[in-house]
């Protein structure tokens, strides 16, 4: 089983509120990712790095933004919360031949 | 950039059924190919994988799956399901020219009645 956290697991959250979803991977990998996966729908890449202080937008536009201070740590914030916003995030690490997920955050903005 | 797309959304079977999800992609170079599986209330894990080689791999649990690089398909397939298998299942690429970005489909339920 993978070493990959997420916290919290699931968020209810007002409108307008500053959040921020943890991620943290113990097997050293350089590559990370967010992804927004709601019902019925793609995986949708919003956020990747390559390493640390390296941080890249994916195809997915987002109103989020990462950091990665440490190879292990990339947090997702989103400054003010809306509704829109809803759904779940899943985090995940990568080596060439594969990608190891966390549990996902599933957040509700109201 | 690359798209996968999953045709059935939802597939409902019965136990010792035999299952076929099926899985398109458009990029038209070298790629990686990937099955992931989600069981209720668990985070995504790999299911099989396609490098290189022989064109059907195997995987964990009886699934297998086969790469036809004329169409553009790798589908999963297991002769026998079971009620566990019940789970949301993903294909997924990435381009061999860049390892790092992976592209899924949309999922497929599978729901397998006892």
């Known amino acids: 089983e993978a070493d990959i956290y997420q916290t919290p697991r699931y968020l209810v959250i007002g409108t307008g509120k500053k959040i921020t979803l943890e991620c943290s991977q113990t097997m050293g990998h350089d590559k990370m990712y967010w992804y927004q996966q709601d019902p019925g729908m793609e995986l949708h890449l919003i956020h990747y790095?390559?390493?640390?202080?390296?941080?890249e937008k994916g195809d997915l536009s987002s109103e989020s933004t990462v950091s990665r201070i440490r190879t292990e740590h990339f947090p997702l914030t989103l400054e003010s919360a809306r509704p829109s916003h809803t759904s779940q995030y899943l985090c995940?690490?990568?080596?060439?031949?594969?990608?190891?997920f966390g549990p996902g955050t599933r957040l509700t903005v109201t | 950039a690359q798209s996968v797309s999953q045709h059935n959304h939802h597939v409902i079977l019965s136990e010792a059924a035999s299952l076929e999800l099926g899985c398109n992609y458009s990029?038209?170079?070298?790629?990686?190919l990937f099955w992931y599986v989600q069981y209720p209330g668990q985070h995504l894990q790999l299911l099989l994988k396609y490098f290189s080689g022989d064109p059907l791999v195997k995987g964990i649990k009886g699934f297998e799956a086969e790469f036809i690089k004329s169409k553009f398909s790798f589908n999963l397939r297991k002769p026998s399901v079971q009620w566990s298998d019940t789970a949301e299942y993903f294909c997924?690429?990435?381009?061999?020219?860049?390892?790092?970005?992976?592209?899924f489909g949309s999922g497929t339920k599978l729901n397998v009645k006892p």
């Open positions: 995940a690490s990568s080596v060439p031949s594969e990608q190891y």
């Open positions: 790095s390559y390493g640390v202080n390296s941080t």
């Open positions: 997924a690429v990435n381009a061999r020219y860049n390892f790092n970005k992976f592209y």
């Open positions: 990029y038209g170079g070298t790629v990686n």
